[in-house]
């Protein structure tokens, strides 16, 4: 037995320890420094969402330190916890193994015939492992959804041609085509499509082989159009690129049942449950079932416009519902890929805590086949979640029966909300005219109605517009004995490029 020999602060050098806490000081203000700078580049992008993303990465920083302080603070109480000998035998990670250095604590337990629940040891090598769970966490999900918006950003080319002379040919409204003409129906309109046998296994073969083709983009993009607004006017890649920055604020934050699976994961690596084995394997499992299923709902939207008509007028048109997501919730989606970063970007911390602190060569890496699996399928998993399933979910989560609060611009938010304090300053001058307009945010969006709307800057307007609070938003417009003269008003016909006027409002007279 050896014994513990260690130097205290009362045997230290005064400029050791000032020099220590000098540089932790400094790396301290340097790192919050960048965050800031950040942060500022994000406000002056007006990127709103990834503000809110960097903010909960700062929390979870917090929370981080918040736990290692208390680990500290209780590192001798926590060693001091006496159980039996029997008890601390089982779950072991590498079986039974003997040490030749006992701790004080470990000691007084030894005395009384049980051994310690974690010595000091292994409280502070606890304390490297949570904080490289966070870590990896926070990066592989920065890392996957660089990869998505870069695939993303290549879909400018198709928006681009949406505004061409040639899109407004190909798809004149007065044209008729049989559905299995268009590139679309040839698409997926295949002899497995109607085969339920085999219709599957094509479904997770494409998401290997053009998950995303220029026609299903095209085809989605002029369904979504169609069903929320009147016109084509729209940016419709740049609406999914802010949708999915503010889909990233959910998947960066370290919420409760994401440190619940951390305990699961971490006591499921225990020797008896040879978690090798299959551990390492239900990430990819869950992300190409996740791809399989995406690929479906592209092909159902397919097969049911195809039921309803055979022949194509102008463009072909799917319509959006969400009853072609699992439980009629595209937003499940997004919690089944968080689950799948959190487990991959676990395993992959997991394996280079252990690699840092006992070799690479450890009794948690017995055999090479370990090491070739975790950091296979671990790297796998990331690039085909960022470059692949990421970019097909952006586009079919679109397609359920709401549309997302994304749609609107920072521009139009702010300018929605000037509108709104003007209309306000109005109404109290204009009692006597009669004239009001109610707008009001819901908190789900129907395929009947638009936040595209022709408006009057003559209205009286009496609204509260909450743009923080909502997912998911509509706008609703009544008005009560509108008489007016053209030459009264003047319309607003965009905000920074949302277009206004694509949809008239529905009057309804109040009783």
Not at 15 to 44: E, G
Not at 158 to 179: A, G, H, K, M, V
Not at 233 to 262: C, H
Not at 487 to 505: C, I, R, W, Y
């Amino acid at each position: 037995m050896a014994e513990e020999t260690t130097t205290s602060l009362q045997r230290t050098p005064t400029w050791a320890v000032a020099t220590v806490c000098f540089v932790l000081i400094t790396l301290s203000i340097l790192i919050d420094h960048l965050l800031h700078l950040l942060a500022q580049y994000f406000n002056k992008r007006k990127k709103k969402s990834l503000i809110q993303a960097l903010e909960k990465i700062k929390s979870d920083l917090m929370l981080l330190g918040f736990m290692s302080l208390l680990l500290t603070v209780s590192e001798k109480l926590i060693a001091n916890i006496c159980i039996p000998t029997s008890v601390a035998e089982t779950f072991l990670p590498c079986g039974r193994t003997d040490s030749d250095y006992f701790s004080e604590e470990e000691l007084k337990c030894q005395e009384q015939g049980k051994v310690s629940l974690l010595s000091r040891e292994a409280v502070r090598q606890l304390q490297y492992l949570i904080f490289v769970l966070a870590f990896f966490h926070s990066s592989s999900c920065v890392l996957t959804f660089g990869l998505g918006m870069a695939k993303m950003r290549s879909w400018g080319s198709w928006e681009s041609e949406t505004r061409t002379i040639e899109y407004q040919f190909t798809n004149d409204p007065r044209r008729f085509r049989l559905f299995h003409q268009t590139s679309f129906g040839k698409r997926h309109l295949k002899f497995w499509s109607e085969n339920r046998l085999l219709r599957w296994p094509a479904y997770f073969l494409r998401q290997f082989y053009e998950p995303v083709s220029r026609t299903d983009y095209l085809t989605l993009r002029h369904g979504f159009i169609m069903a929320h607004f009147a016109g084509n006017n729209f940016d419709f890649q740049k609406y999914i690129k802010r949708a999915l920055e503010k889909d990233f604020g959910v998947v960066v934050g370290m919420s409760f049942w994401i440190w619940i699976f951390s305990v699961l994961f971490i006591f499921f690596n225990a020797y008896k449950f040879h978690s090798y084995l299959w551990l390492p394997f239900i990430p990819l499992v869950m992300l190409l079932l996740v791809g399989t299923k995406l690929q479906a709902i592209i092909t159902q939207m397919c097969l049911d416009s195809h039921n309803k008509s055979h022949v194509v007028i102008g463009t072909l048109l799917v319509r959006p519902s969400d009853r072609y997501f699992w439980f009629n919730r595209p937003k499940l989606i997004l919690h089944i890929i968080h689950f799948i970063l959190v487990q991959n970007s676990f395993q992959l911390a997991f394996f280079t805590w252990t690699w840092y602190k006992f070799g690479l060569r450890s009794c948690f890496h017995r055999e090479n086949e370990d090491i070739i699996i975790k950091l296979v399928l671990g790297v796998l998993a990331h690039v085909l979640c960022g470059y692949v399933t990421l970019p097909l979910y952006a586009l079919v989560t679109q397609m359920g029966s709401s549309m997302k609060k994304a749609v609107f611009t920072e521009n139009v938010v702010q300018g929605l909300k000037n509108w709104r304090r003007r209309a306000r300053k109005k109404l109290k001058s204009s009692h006597s005219s009669g004239l009001s307009v109610d707008a009001s945010l819901d908190t789900s969006l129907s395929l009947d109605t638009s936040p595209s709307f022709t408006l009057d800057t003559s209205y009286s307007v009496d609204c509260d517009l909450q743009f923080d609070d909502t997912e998911y938003v509509a706008v609703e417009i009544d008005e009560e004995k509108v008489s007016k003269k053209p030459d009264e008003h003047q319309k607003m016909n965009s905000f920074d490029g949302f277009a206004l006027a694509n949809v008239t409002p529905k009057f309804e007279e109040k009783k």
